[in-house]
């Protein structure tokens, strides 16, 4: 009798435990996204103030309420920008049940875009990885949402033209020698040649601290009007330094968005940068809404708010953030609850005009177009700030989508 | 069963010349393969994707490092290149994939076989050079192949350097998950390990031993060095150019950037570590290598959360730079206790319990 008392009390435990548990996985309305991260690697400068950017704007998001009552969960996942931690850090997301991720770095984007497809999880690579991803029809479950460097490039001519270049100008295109820097070629080679441009084209070789024969050569030999410039890492600030030491004048150097943050004119010297034009997908600086709530965030909880809030690559995480953020609340307002991989590309590919009070352009995602239009904005080295230069504009949005389409038949 | 030298006693040639004479080791030897075979039922019950992928990683470096090791540990060329030659297999593999429509497994060979002649030309610097020498001239392989295959077009298949490639199929079977890539690759792991372990109890891994104890008293006693020392990085280029070419099949991407000279480099440091001149000390080395940063990522995450409470995300910065340097500290603790690597120390253990209760 008495162990039949015990195989009782036994069984409706198990069944309360059971009932707990579900009960926990039912009531869960959390929903979990992840992200990865760069501190400790070659791309440390740029981790170390992204990802606090992004991990701010979740806070906020969820002192504010959530997305619809429902918390979000960031995840945040080192990979010291190596593929195969890479690979890891997407299946760790993955096991803990994220709904969409952001990968970070152009060759753990490549590795990690059959895994997404298969998955169906949507991976957000803002100013990472292969510009065809902008073809959501190709890679449904890839989201660029900022300019490729496809259109990146093409913006840089379009900046170029508006500022006076008419056929016969020089205009020289230095890029760090990796697969990143080699992308914008075509576009670069296209509008070069549909309008009527001398061009020429400067490769440094990866580490890029060596360009000194690079930039004699375009500022001395071939007396370029423009430079568009393409750099990673040390190089930005290490060619801004060449040009000023050639007597290059700054302001006719476009570097696209990889090389135009405040480190970059640190490490080159504010006094040497001046005049440095930097492309932009993501607004610059503290004076808009978004920074100003959390800003505020900071002094209600009584800390101090760190300097990198406003810089260029801490408000790149802001803006990767809202991009989820928005991608998510889409998805549960018009398809509900529980939120599926699927539902958040859905919910990305509603995204219309969204512009965060004037910190993003007015980006519109559709299923054809993960780019959001290819939206840039240039912004001037001037004292020790980096103001706006032009507003948020696209370029030879013709000849990128013509390079998409051509990229597809392949 | 757990019976040592002193109690057996080969009756036959082929019990003599078995790969492992005693029962003890060939038994425990079944257990781990049957293990490693058995590894994903729990995962697939849990349907743990995560730490499937892990254990395919290790798997796959691990083949990387078998190869290493003979060319480093076994024959004394040291090579700085095990990137690169990953590299030419993993983009042969992809190149016949994707435009010739050839399956996998015969991917995976002609990539070991490409590898195998491109390791051979980098090899022949070794026929006059020794050591760091060599070293550098390794490197310039690594720099060399690097260059080629980001400025041809035809290798890399344009700007982004990058080829896809499809799941890998076998009749109609679709390695499509992480549970069945991992067997994808444990087939050929195993097939490296065991035939590394054959290799080198040869006549060819005697010869390697010979050229890397002394290279002049190997020819006097009849080695042909220029014969073996190229055998030998054909040898470890194949296994280079396998494994490369297992990685693209596995991320179904050929990517340079997978194979740059930090990967070479962690490859020699995962030699060094396992201990150089053992096939089951590569083995030790890629584990150590590959799932010590992981399992320290997990467990600093987890004990900050956990036990103080603090989202990593506030402390990131200080965990993250933590956490190499615990791996730095690792790898120098084992290498001050035992500079002979991982391999040794599990020597250490077995030869204790060889005698073990009646040690002296």
């Given at each position: 009798?008495?162990?039949?008392?015990?195989?009782?009390?036994?069984?409706?435990?198990?069944?309360?435990?059971?009932?707990?548990?579900?009960?926990?996985?039912?009531?869960?309305?959390?929903?979990?996204?992840?992200?990865?991260?760069?501190?400790?690697?070659?791309?440390?400068?740029?981790?170390?103030?992204?990802?606090?950017?992004?991990?701010?704007?979740?806070?906020?998001?969820?002192?504010?309420?959530?997305?619809?009552?429902?918390?979000?969960?960031?995840?945040?996942?080192?990979?010291?920008?190596?593929?195969?931690?890479?690979?890891?850090?997407?299946?760790?997301?993955?096991?803990?049940?994220?709904?969409?991720?952001?990968?970070?770095?152009?060759?753990?984007?490549?590795?990690?875009?059959?895994?997404?497809?298969?998955?169906?999880?949507?991976?957000?690579?803002?100013?990472?990885?292969?510009?065809?991803?902008?073809?959501?029809?190709?890679?449904?479950?890839?989201?660029?949402?900022?300019?490729?460097?496809?259109?990146?490039?093409?913006?840089?001519?379009?900046?170029?033209?508006?500022?006076?270049?008419?056929?016969?100008?020089?205009?020289?295109?230095?890029?760090?020698?990796?697969?990143?820097?080699?992308?914008?070629?075509?576009?670069?080679?296209?509008?070069?040649?549909?309008?009527?441009?001398?061009?020429?084209?400067?490769?440094?070789?990866?580490?890029?601290?060596?360009?000194?024969?690079?930039?004699?050569?375009?500022?001395?030999?071939?007396?370029?009007?423009?430079?568009?410039?393409?750099?990673?890492?040390?190089?930005?600030?290490?060619?801004?330094?060449?040009?000023?030491?050639?007597?290059?004048?700054?302001?006719?150097?476009?570097?696209?968005?990889?090389?135009?943050?405040?480190?970059?004119?640190?490490?080159?010297?504010?006094?040497?940068?001046?005049?440095?034009?930097?492309?932009?997908?993501?607004?610059?600086?503290?004076?808009?809404?978004?920074?100003?709530?959390?800003?505020?965030?900071?002094?209600?909880?009584?800390?101090?708010?760190?300097?990198?809030?406003?810089?260029?690559?801490?408000?790149?995480?802001?803006?990767?953030?809202?991009?989820?953020?928005?991608?998510?609340?889409?998805?549960?307002?018009?398809?509900?609850?529980?939120?599926?991989?699927?539902?958040?590309?859905?919910?990305?590919?509603?995204?219309?005009?969204?512009?965060?009070?004037?910190?993003?352009?007015?980006?519109?995602?559709?299923?054809?177009?993960?780019?959001?239009?290819?939206?840039?904005?240039?912004?001037?080295?001037?004292?020790?700030?980096?103001?706006?230069?032009?507003?948020?504009?696209?370029?030879?949005?013709?000849?990128?989508?013509?390079?998409?389409?051509?990229?597809?038949?392949? | 069963?757990?019976?040592?030298?002193?109690?057996?006693?080969?009756?036959?040639?082929?019990?003599?010349?078995?790969?492992?004479?005693?029962?003890?080791?060939?038994?425990?030897?079944?257990?781990?393969?049957?293990?490693?075979?058995?590894?994903?039922?729990?995962?697939?019950?849990?349907?743990?994707?995560?730490?499937?992928?892990?254990?395919?990683?290790?798997a796959?470096?691990a083949i990387g490092a078998i190869g290493?090791?003979l060319?480093?540990?076994?024959?004394?060329?040291?090579?700085?290149?095990?990137?690169?030659?990953?590299?030419?297999?993993?983009?042969?593999?992809?190149?016949?994939?994707?435009?010739?429509?050839?399956?996998?497994?015969?991917?995976?060979?002609?990539?070991g076989?490409?590898?195998?002649?491109?390791?051979?030309?980098?090899?022949?610097?070794?026929?006059?050079?020794?050591?760091?020498?060599?070293?550098?001239?390794?490197?310039?392989?690594?720099?060399?192949?690097?260059?080629?295959?980001?400025?041809?077009?035809?290798?890399?298949?344009?700007?982004?350097?990058?080829?896809?490639?499809?799941?890998?199929?076998?009749?109609?079977?679709?390695?499509?998950?992480?549970?069945?890539?991992?067997?994808?690759v444990?087939v050929v792991f195993l097939l490296a390990f065991f035939g590394a372990q054959?290799?080198?109890?040869?006549?060819?891994?005697?010869?390697?031993?010979?050229?890397?104890?002394?290279?002049?008293?190997?020819?006097?006693?009849?080695?042909?060095?220029?014969?073996?020392?190229?055998?030998?990085?054909?040898?470890?280029?194949f296994y280079?150019?396998v494994a490369?070419?297992l990685?693209?099949?596995?991320?179904?991407?050929?990517?340079?950037?997978?194979?740059?000279?930090?990967?070479?480099?962690?490859?020699?440091?995962?030699?060094?570590?396992?201990?150089?001149?053992?096939v089951?000390?590569a083995v030790?080395?890629?584990?150590?290598?590959?799932?010590?940063?992981?399992?320290?990522?997990?467990?600093?995450?987890?004990?900050?959360?956990?036990?103080?409470?603090?989202?990593?995300?506030?402390?990131?910065?200080?965990?993250?730079?933590?956490?190499?340097?615990?791996?730095?500290?690792?790898?120098?603790?084992?290498?001050?206790?035992?500079?002979?690597?991982?391999?040794?120390?599990?020597?250490?253990?077995?030869?204790?319990?060889?005698?073990?209760?009646?040690?002296?």
């Amino acid at each position: 009798m008495q162990s039949c008392f015990a195989t009782k009390w036994f069984g409706v435990a198990g069944v309360l435990v059971i009932l707990v548990g579900a009960g926990g996985l039912l009531s869960a309305d959390e929903i979990v996204v992840g992200g990865q991260c760069d501190r400790t690697g070659p791309t440390k400068f740029i981790g170390t103030l992204l990802c606090p950017g992004a991990n701010d704007y979740i806070k906020l998001v969820n002192k504010k309420g959530g997305i619809n009552g429902h918390t979000v969960r960031y995840i945040e996942v080192e990979h010291a920008y190596k593929v195969d931690r890479g690979v890891e850090a997407y299946e760790r997301i993955k096991r803990e049940g994220g709904v969409a991720t952001v990968d970070y770095g152009t060759p753990i984007v490549y590795a990690l875009t059959p895994r997404h497809m298969e998955d169906k999880i949507p991976g957000l690579t803002p100013g990472f990885g292969r510009a065809d991803a902008a073809d959501g029809e190709r890679f449904p479950y890839i989201f660029p949402v900022a300019a490729s460097y496809w259109s990146q490039a093409a913006a840089a001519m379009k900046f170029i033209k508006d500022q006076g270049a008419a056929a016969g100008s020089k205009v020289a295109y230095i890029y760090y020698d990796n697969p990143a820097g080699r992308e914008p070629l075509g576009i670069f080679r296209r509008i070069c040649e549909q309008e009527g441009y001398g061009c020429r084209e400067f490769a440094v070789p990866p580490p890029g601290i060596e360009m000194a024969a690079a930039v004699l050569d375009i500022t001395r030999r071939m007396r370029a009007e423009w430079v568009v410039s393409h750099l990673f890492g040390k190089a930005p600030a290490i060619s801004i330094r060449e040009f000023r030491k050639n007597g290059f004048p700054l302001n006719k150097v476009v570097s696209l968005v990889w090389g135009a943050g405040e480190m970059d004119m640190i490490a080159a010297g504010w006094k040497n940068a001046q005049g440095y034009l930097g492309m932009q997908f993501a607004g610059v600086g503290r004076d808009f809404p978004v920074l100003r709530e959390i800003i505020s965030m900071y002094e209600e909880e009584g800390q101090e708010v760190p300097e990198m809030v406003g810089q260029v690559y801490y408000n790149r995480g802001v803006f990767t953030a809202a991009i989820i953020v928005e991608g998510l609340r889409l998805a549960v307002e018009n398809f509900g609850l529980p939120v599926t991989g699927e539902k958040v590309k859905m919910g990305y590919e509603l995204i219309t005009d969204f512009t965060l009070g004037g910190f993003l352009p007015p980006l519109s995602v559709t299923a054809q177009d993960h780019e959001g239009g290819g939206w840039v904005r240039i912004y001037e080295t001037k004292g020790e700030d980096l103001v706006p230069h032009t507003e948020w504009f696209q370029g030879y949005r013709d000849v990128v989508l013509d390079e998409l389409r051509k990229a597809a038949q392949e | 069963m757990i019976n040592r030298e002193s109690g057996v006693f080969q009756t036959s040639y082929e019990g003599d010349m078995a790969l492992y004479t005693l029962p003890l080791a060939r038994n425990t030897t079944r257990v781990v393969v049957a293990l490693l075979v058995l590894l994903p039922v729990p995962l697939i019950m849990a349907n743990n994707e995560h730490l499937m992928s892990i254990a395919t990683t290790i798997a796959l470096a691990a083949i990387g490092a078998i190869g290493l090791n003979l060319l480093v540990g076994y024959t004394g060329q040291i090579s700085i290149g095990q990137g690169a030659f990953m590299m030419v297999g993993g983009y042969t593999a992809a190149i016949l994939s994707s435009r010739y429509g050839m399956p996998f497994w015969f991917g995976i060979l002609a990539g070991g076989c490409t590898t195998a002649l491109v390791g051979i030309l980098f090899g022949i610097p070794s026929l006059r050079i020794k050591g760091l020498y060599l070293a550098i001239a390794t490197l310039a392989a690594q720099l060399i192949i690097e260059w080629v295959i980001n400025h041809v077009p035809w290798i890399s298949g344009g700007a982004q350097s990058s080829i896809y490639v499809d799941n890998p199929a076998l009749f109609g079977f679709e390695f499509n998950t992480e549970f069945r890539r991992y067997y994808l690759v444990l087939v050929v792991f195993l097939l490296a390990f065991f035939g590394a372990q054959n290799l080198v109890r040869s006549r060819i891994g005697r010869a390697f031993i010979a050229i890397r104890d002394r290279d002049i008293a190997a020819e006097i006693i009849g080695v042909n060095l220029f014969r073996y020392k190229l055998l030998a990085f054909a040898v470890s280029s194949f296994y280079a150019g396998v494994a490369g070419a297992l990685w693209t099949y596995y991320l179904r991407i050929a990517n340079y950037e997978n194979f740059i000279l930090a990967v070479s480099i962690e490859y020699l440091a995962m030699i060094i570590i396992g201990g150089l001149g053992s096939v089951l000390g590569a083995v030790f080395g890629a584990i150590f290598i590959k799932l010590f940063p992981i399992a320290l990522d997990l467990t600093v995450v987890s004990i900050s959360e956990g036990v103080f409470g603090v989202p990593y995300q506030d402390v990131a910065n200080f965990l993250a730079n933590m956490q190499l340097f615990l791996f730095g500290a690792l790898i120098i603790f084992f290498l001050t206790v035992e500079p002979e690597g991982l391999a040794r120390m599990w020597e250490h253990v077995k030869r204790y319990f060889r005698l073990w209760p009646y040690s002296y």
